[in-house]
């Protein structure tokens, strides 16, 4: 069965640093999306990307992340300078679209355990 | 917001019992989905519900919703000790998900 993978699993920092998360989402889906969970707390989301573009963001998506469709396969999201408050499991997901504007489930993959010191 | 909330937050049940847990939202939703999470592990999806629909089946799971009172709930049947868990419900208003805190039900063998 087709799944969301993502690399690193875990990722080690140091404050300041830019770090690079990826994620190769399902083959035919169209719309991918990150999510973050700080340790005890909820699924947060980030941004969602569709078409080259990003389509929504949060408050928490500011001018330190981006994200980005290298290829035909992969989709990156880029902290520039990591803070300590950005330690967290990092989701990507992904998902088709069933018909104008309509999404279907989205599947997430196993996450990226950040960890800035 | 439009964030899931469940409730309970936790909940503990012997093995062979059902376990069942709510969600309420608070504005129009596409579809509303659950997830199940392992301790520090990805989110798997277990079932979508769509705003048009009343009731879904899989498996041993089974789910409702009642968009005149914004709330869903899940349940399972003859919970097993592998179902050991957190589960969140997430609302999905076309453009991102919403997940609520969860609930964290233990399985007893």
């Known amino acids: 069965e087709p799944e969301v993978t993502q690399t690193p699993s875990h990722q080690v920092t140091q404050m300041g640093q830019e770090v690079i998360l990826r994620c190769v989402p399902i083959s035919n889906h169209l719309y991918f999306y990150w999510y973050r969970q700080i340790l005890g707390q909820k699924v947060e989301f980030l941004v969602s990307?569709?078409?080259?573009?990003?389509?929504?963001k949060s408050e928490i998506f500011d001018d330190q992340f981006s994200v980005e469709r290298p290829d035909g396969s992969n989709f990156t999201l880029k902290i520039r300078s990591t803070k300590l408050e950005d330690s967290a499991m990092y989701f990507c997901a992904s998902s088709v679209e069933i018909d104008r504007g309509r999404t279907d489930t989205q599947y997430f993959g196993p996450g990226t355990r950040l960890t800035v010191l | 917001s439009q964030q899931g909330e469940e409730d309970p937050q936790a909940l503990s049940i012997q093995e062979g019992e059902n376990a069942t847990m709510n969600c309420s939202y608070k504005?129009?939703?596409?579809?509303l989905q659950w997830y199940r999470q392992n301790s520090g592990r990805g989110l798997v999806h277990l079932i979508l519900?769509?705003?048009?629909?009343r009731e879904k089946h899989s498996g041993r799971l089974r789910v409702t919703l009642d968009t005149s009172k914004k709330s869903s709930s899940l349940l399972i049947t003859a919970s097993r000790a592998a179902d050991t868990a957190s589960y969140f419900c997430?609302?999905?208003?076309?453009?991102?998900?919403?997940f609520g805190a969860g609930t964290t039900v233990t399985v007893r063998a």
């Open positions: 997430a609302t999905d208003d076309g453009y991102k998900l919403s």
């Open positions: 519900i769509r705003s048009n629909e």
């Open positions: 504005t129009s939703i596409n579809n």
């Open positions: 990307f569709y078409n080259n573009e990003i389509s929504e």
